[in-house]
Nanobody
Framework: QVQLVESGGGSVQAGGSLRLSCVASAYTYSRNCLGWFRQAPGKEREGVAIIHTGGGVTYYADSVKGRFTVSRDNAKRTVLLQMNGLKSEDTAMYYC?????????????????????WGQGTQVTVSS
């Protein structure tokens, strides 16, 4: 069973922080390739940060480097996204996704097209 459940979104002022959580089913987490994506109104979905839950290798979009940190808790089958220094342009619906095929791992996997399972999303709103 593939299941991804996000939580932790909300409203915050610019410069603030939020932490998103994504709990995955055992099957999904075992496939190792998970990530965070976002979609703002009128814009395409974009990759934010991804992590290989086996080796812990991470990749980030340039727009969030130095501000966001993706991590995992293998015991809880959870992928976290710590977001600091939030900006108004970070406002979006944030999704957790899994690539259950994942034949390779690299920065190109930030593209949403590789991910075949998605959570329901959690809204992040940053006011300036």
């Amino acid at each position: 069973q593939v299941q991804l459940v996000e939580s932790g979104g909300g409203s915050v002022q610019a410069g603030g922080s939020l932490r998103l959580s994504c709990v995955a089913s055992a099957y999904t987490y075992s496939r190792n390739c998970l990530g965070w994506f976002r979609q703002a109104p009128g814009k395409e979905r974009e990759g934010v940060a991804i992590i290989h839950t086996g080796g812990g290798v991470t990749y980030y979009a340039d727009s969030v480097k130095g501000r966001f940190t993706v991590s995992r808790d293998n015991a809880k089958r959870t992928v976290l996204l710590q977001m600091n220094g939030l900006k108004s342009e970070d406002t979006a619906m944030y999704y957790c996704a899994a690539d259950t095929y994942c034949p390779s791992w690299g920065p190109n996997r930030l593209s949403p097209e590789y991910y075949n399972h998605w959570g329901q999303g959690t809204q992040v709103t940053v006011s300036s």
